[in-house]
């Protein structure tokens, strides 16, 4: 257990469908990252959030992928008009700004599946 | 835009061998971090390099980070049936530190 959760754990929806998923970092770490795995594939970076300011969106992030980090503690996803394009493991990590090393730690992952 | 290549993509060894990843890349990385994923779960850390030619060890596993920080090896000793997994390397830049991962490598380790 890292200290990052993420719920739901999986998620199986129909197509158009809106499903929004959460993360809560390590309570002192003030950046957080959102990246998308699909099978057989590294994640890629999708978004991250200094505080509650979300300084950075990956061209991957289409117009109907929003992301939300409200208080500056945990984080949302959502997805409005899911596509099956979308079925992947969605991924959440956090690290502590000032630690000049980079470390990120990663939760256990949100898997979509879109029928 | 930064990327990282890693080989193999797939290695299968007898239980006891020796083996090496690789991570390449023409970019340079403020650091380099070193997951290994189970089926179904998030990366987990084993190791962060920072410095140019660091080595780290952490029982069989030996990491280096190349002297320019482009590169990096994950070397393993006497291998064994638990060190079966995807093993993951990730490079961060500037800035936001974003990570850039590898497609990973599969690893499966027959006893």
């Known amino acids: 257990d890292t200290g990052v959760s993420q719920d739901p754990r999986h998620k199986i929806t129909k197509r158009g469908q809106n499903v929004t998923f959460r993360c809560d970092p390590i309570?002192?770490?003030?950046?957080l990252y959102w990246y998308r795995q699909t099978l057989g594939q590294g994640p890629e970076f999708l978004t991250y959030f200094q505080n509650e300011a979300q300084l950075e969106k990956s061209r991957l992030l289409s117009n109907r992928f929003s992301a939300e980090r409200p208080k500056g503690s945990f984080s949302t996803l959502e997805i409005q008009r899911t596509e099956q394009g979308d079925s992947a493991m969605y991924l959440c990590?956090?690290?502590?700004?000032?630690?000049?090393?980079?470390?990120?730690?990663f939760g256990p992952g949100t898997r979509l599946l879109v029928l | 835009t930064q990327l990282l290549e890693q080989s193999p993509q797939f290695l299968s060894i007898q239980e006891g061998e020796n083996l090496t990843v690789y991570c390449n890349s023409s970019?340079?990385?403020?650091?380099l971090q070193w997951y290994r994923q189970e089926p179904g779960e998030g990366p987990v850390l084993l190791v962060t390099?920072?410095?140019?030619?660091e080595v780290k060890k952490l029982k069989r596993l030996t990491f280096q980070f190349g002297d320019a920080r482009k590169d990096s090896s994950l070397h393993i000793t006497a291998a064994q049936t638990g060190d079966t997994g995807l093993y993951l390397c990730?490079?961060?830049?500037?800035?936001?530190?974003?990570?850039?991962f590898g497609q990973g490598t599969r690893l499966t380790i027959n006893p």
């Open positions: 970019s340079v990385f403020s650091s």
């Open positions: 990590a956090s690290r502590q700004l000032y630690r000049g090393e980079g470390t990120q730690y």
């Open positions: 390099v920072v410095t140019g030619g």
């Open positions: 990730a490079g961060a830049g500037q800035g936001a530190q974003k990570l850039v």
């Open positions: 309570s002192e770490h003030n950046r």
